[in-house]
């Protein structure tokens, strides 16, 4: 984690002598009025640019880069990378620095002073130098560690190699961190140009906590176990101890998701949803019902196992509906009327599962790149939407179609899986004892439309829903959801017959092999709740 308040953190923000700020926070260092090119005046060694203050104790790990830009003797030569302690009444004191032409550490007793005047040596940085014009384009790295007061040095020359991290020493010590410091560069050659180019605080602590206030869909298990593995003394044991049993709850959530065999999702309470209509006429995103209405919402797993069981098909249902805009599915409401007549007519229902409301919405109106979702809520996006189809395939579904549905990716495959039953043999057409989906038209669209949904898919193989999903003709808004999903088509059809065979779940055959030309009875029909229009 970044601290949240470390502002401008790629620029220099005080400058002396014969400095100047360019353009991106570049630092260059200017001839001095009426001084030669060529010559060395001290007055060189005042071009210096100073980074932000920083906090030497307890204050997590403190990164700077520099960037070379430009060294006028190619290896940096009598240029200097560091930090400097801040002195009396705010102002630059001692200075810890790196020489890239020599590859040693020295410590100057002011960050003015030439190193052979005053300062000591320390045990070199990096092995060798930026000697034959490997200075320019170099990246110098700074890491200071608060919690274990200790600095240390990484670079990459202009060839992009990279040496070694390197702890600071000073005579076989190392070199304590000041009270108080910033990232500093001092140039000596006009025509130098140094860039800080990043500057981080990362808090352990902090971290830690902001992934302990996490669902474990959304913990990043890498962050967390970084933050675990280093000691800070603003951690409490008992905090210590919730952070490793998060990480553990975590990677095992996410592992099931990853591969398909569970995963949490949020649901609307029922019972809210039929007396809201004052609260919520249209349909509200998942971050501000978390804001709003936290007590409406549910998290609940559920497994491949649940989903060929049926275990939640009774009392729990999704939605199936095509977004009248790109950003807002249902901004006349209609949508939502229906499925609060829906729920009224099946008072059993208990959890609602509706895309909008139960999962990270990106929330951008005005740009198509633009994602107001955190990291954690585009992973735990990521995730649910991986597993979307154990929904489909394992509850109750309200199909609410119009004149558009048949034309879209998503709505066609969420009405395929919600007509398929499991068996040994795979996906099968569901029949009358496990049918789960009601379909209801809205925004007039005529009552032949369910005929027609019924007709596509009520009778249609794994592999016949591939051809007719891989179809040209239907659309899909992002076209790498429909590269991602097709093929899960297929192996979701494989793994359903792995898991019917090991519970033993014994149900007639995909109707695909039925005898050519032989038709199903009345009696074998799908069954559809005909239902108004709305």
Known sequence: MERSGFESPHTFVETAGNASLGGGG???????????????????????????????????????????????????GRMRLGI??????????????????????????HHLAPEREAGKAGEPVMH???????????????LADTIRNELRFSVVDGDGHRHPWTTATIRKKPVPLP?????????????????????????PGGVLREQLGRPPLGVHVNDLERAIGRPDPSVSAGDLSAARGCLAAARDVQAQAEQGHGCPFVWLDAAALRTSAAAMPRLLPMQILTQQHPEWL???????????????????????????ERDLPDPSGAQLDAIRAHLDQHPHITRVWIDYCCMPQSLSSDAEDFDARTESERQQFRLQLKNVNLLYLGVGVLVLTDRSYLSRFWTNFEAWLSMQDVSIHGLISARHASWRCTIKCVHGAPEGLIESLVEEWSDCTARKAFEKLS?????????SDKEVQLPKILELDQRVADVALAIGLEREPSPDIRAVGQTWDEASEPLVERSQTF
């Open 298 to 324: 549910v998290t609940e797993t559920i497994t491949l196992q649940d989903a060929c069981r049926r275990t939640q098909a009774a009392d729990h249902l999704a939605i199936s509906h095509r977004w009248d």
């Open 471 to 479: 179809s040209a003709d239907v659309m899909c808004t992002n076209l």
């Open 128 to 142: 060798g130098n930026l000697a034959r014009g490997k200075a320019t384009g170099a990246v110098v790295d700074v």
């Open 179 to 203: 009270a108080v410091f910033a990232p500093i560069v001092r140039l000596a050659r006009p025509g130098d140009a140094v860039e800080l180019s990043s500057a981080t605080c990362y808090l």
């Open 84 to 109: 400097v302690a801040q002195g009396a009444r705010g102002k630059m004191g001692y200075a810890l620095w790196f020489s890239p032409h020599t590859g040693g550490l020295y410590e100057a007793a």
């Open 26 to 76: 570049v630092l260059r260092c200017e001839a001095p009025s009426g001084g030669a090119a060529g010559t060395r005046p001290l007055a060189f060694y005042g071009c210096c640019g100073r980074g932000q203050w920083q906090q030497g104790e307890a204050n997590g790990i403190v990164s700077f880069s520099f960037q070379i830009h430009t060294s006028k003797l190619g290896d940096g």
